[in-house]
Nanobody
Framework: QVQLVESGGGLVQAGGSLRLSCAAS????????MGWYRRALGKQRELVAL???????NYADSVKGRFTISRDNAKNTVYLQMNSLKPEDTAVYYC??????????????WGQGTQVTVSS
């Protein structure tokens, strides 16, 4: 099927930056939307940013102007550049991709999650 492997999480001070990466692999024919979600402790998972195959983007209001999502279609990889981080950005960040494989129609796949912790 499709595997999503995330990297780039960690501990950073408020005001700092991190860059998350998520590489998709498997019997991929094409990938439609790719996105980043996050789940903070005690809260529901929320959409952080989304990017279509054509490059259109959508952001949660809480991260607009601070986070930038991008993708490299040749590498089946999506990135999330996070600047001016705040303690409230602390969460587990999950990569999501809607991928069409050789055997299956487009389905949503999830990465294992990467922890981002912002200290005040």
């Amino acid at each position: 099927q499709v595997q999503l492997v995330e990297s780039g999480g960690g501990l950073v001070q408020a005001g700092g930056s991190l860059r998350l990466s998520c590489a998709a692999s498997g019997s991929i024919v094409s990938i439609n939307d790719m996105g980043w979600y996050r789940r903070a402790l005690g809260k529901q998972r929320e959409l952080v940013a989304l990017i279509t195959s054509g490059g259109s983007t959508n952001y949660a209001d809480s991260v607009k102007g601070r986070f930038t999502i991008s993708r490299d279609n040749a590498k089946n990889t999506v990135y999330l550049q996070m600047n001016s981080l705040k303690p409230e950005d602390t969460a587990v960040y999950y990569c999501n991709a809607e991928a069409h494989t050789i055997l299956l129609p487009p389905l949503h796949y999830w990465g294992q999650g990467t922890q981002v912790t912002v200290s005040s």
